[in-house]
């Protein structure tokens, strides 16, 4: 699940990048940023049950 969460969190740097290039605006990657925290939940909560 490491994997899953390395690949979010790298997905979120080119995003936030992208935002503060000024490229695209806040409003277009607002719901990509809430898929992100999403995931990045699921993969946490599986982790945790996986090594309980």
């Known amino acids: 699940m490491s994997i899953v ?3 979010a969190d790298e997905t979120f ?3 936030e990048l ?3 290039a000024e490229i695209i605006t806040l409003a277009k990657i ?3 940023l ?3 925290e999403e ?3 699921i993969a946490n909560t599986i982790s ?3 090594t309980t």
């Open 48 to 50: 945790v049950i996986v």
């Open 18 to 20: 992208l935002h503060e």
């Open 5 to 7: 969460v390395e690949e």
């Open 39 to 41: 995931i990045v939940k």
């Open 30 to 32: 607002k719901p990509l």
């Open 34 to 36: 809430l898929e992100y």
């Open 13 to 15: 740097f080119w995003l």
